[in-house]
């Protein structure tokens, strides 16, 4: 083989046979050439595009969106403070801070902020999880949990969940060791929206040397926490999103409860101003709006009722959405299927150990979930 090196401004090529290489691809971390590319959900506009509908005719219920939009009273407060965008916000966003914790009963002291949940967890991966540490991981759930401690070096462990998608945790626990760093609880579950049982939870936090995340993104939807739980051991931490409930996907807020020792050490390494002005008033007034909140939940509890009209396996859930197994069928033929309707759910095989045949199907308004329901029956028909 013969290598021809070329020097060129910037940077240098190494031309082979195989080939034009950057030789500064090399100068990539080893733990990004092992990562898995996160897959979200797909987009009214991509949909739009490809499928050539009126966007207007699209409805999404792919990533567990609040069907009933935003709080009224976080877009007023977004409007009121639009002016204000050129200041940066509080560094430590206290108005926001000081919201949660009225809203969660939890001293403000012990709550942290992030932009979304996954700017929290990226934060907690910067604390305890490094090169040749590992995180246990429940499958299927949320792939996030996987990216953000395989980019930062650490070691996924997989525990897969039984066909009812709950977690043994002596097989758990049995693959604690002393490499075991942090441990990764979704309750609700996504995607398959059961939750765990707080014996469970305090089980295997009293059992571990490691710290043990619960990820609450949907316990409104559930009212099952343990956010009270924080307060009794220390190595127990709460997450929690503004995504979901309260309509503010699109702002990003997410955050987290800590034991005392942990908050000042978070706030060390956290990216600073991480939730921007806007999100931090808007997150304000969407928590005091309890009669939005009290409709969004409503509407939850009417749409998994609705959907159990759906000609396929449709798991219980206790969160927003609604696990489907559409088998003999597989998930990419059932959502192309809606897809080509106007229609986005969830295909479900980017989850790991979740298989090809579950589709996520995020609850909508009435009208939007007749939609589903009627593209299904015309699918298994």
Same mark, same amino acid.
């Given at each position: 083989?013969? @290598? ?89 966003? @206290? ?27 990226? @934060? ?47 097989? &758990? ?6 490499? @075991? ?16 049982? *707080? ?36 190595? &127990? ?132 979930? *007749? ?11």
């Amino acid at each position: 083989m013969i @290598t021809l090196i070329c020097f060129v401004p910037h940077y240098i090529l190494s031309i082979t046979k195989g080939g034009v290489i950057l030789i500064y691809y090399k100068l990539l971390r080893e733990s990004v050439h092992k990562t898995r590319e996160y897959v979200p959900g797909k987009s009214i506009e991509e949909i739009a595009k490809k499928y050539n509908i009126d966007p207007e005719k699209i409805i999404k219920l792919g990533s567990n969106e609040n069907a009933l939009g935003a709080s009224p009273k976080a877009i007023k407060a977004i409007i009121e403070n639009a002016k204000e965008i050129y200041r940066y916000p509080s560094a430590d966003a @206290t108005e926001l801070r000081d919201a949660i914790s009225e809203y969660v009963k939890y001293p403000r002291d012990n709550i942290v902020v992030g932009a979304g949940m996954d700017g929290v967890l990226d @934060t907690l991966m910067r604390l305890f999880v490094g090169i040749g540490e590992e995180a246990i991981i429940p499958t299927p759930t949320f792939s996030y949990y996987e990216f953000t401690v395989n980019v930062h070096g650490g070691t996924p462990i997989f525990i897969r969940r039984d066909e009812n998608f709950n977690i043994d945790v002596d097989k &758990l626990l049995n693959r604690v060791n002393k490499k @075991t760093k942090f441990i990764f609880l979704c309750s609700p579950n996504n995607p398959s929206g059961n939750t765990m049982s *707080e014996e469970d939870i305090i089980k295997i936090v009293e059992s571990v040397n490691a710290i043990v995340l619960v990820d609450e993104a949907y316990v409104e939807f559930a009212n099952k926490s343990v956010v009270h739980l924080v307060k009794e051991y220390e190595n &127990l931490v709460v997450t929690r999103t503004l995504s979901k409930l309260f309509g503010l996907a699109g702002f990003r807020v997410g955050y987290g409860i800590l034991p005392d020792w942990m908050v000042s050490e978070y706030l060390r390494v956290t990216t600073p101003f991480s939730v921007t002005r806007l999100a931090v008033v808007a997150g304000v007034a969407a928590l005091k709006d309890k009669e939005f909140i009290k409709k969004s939940i409503e509407n939850a509890k009417i749409g998994r009722e609705m959907l159990k009209k759906i000609p396929f396996k449709a798991y219980q859930s206790k969160a927003n959405f609604v696990l489907v197994d559409v088998s003999p069928y597989t998930a990419k033929e059932v959502t192309e299927s809606l897809l080509q309707k106007g229609i986005i759910v969830r295909d479900c095989t980017s989850f790991r150990d979740a298989g090809d045949s579950l589709i996520r199907v995020t609850i909508g308004t009435p009208e939007q979930n *007749e939609r589903v329901i009627e593209g299904l029956f015309r699918f298994k028909v």
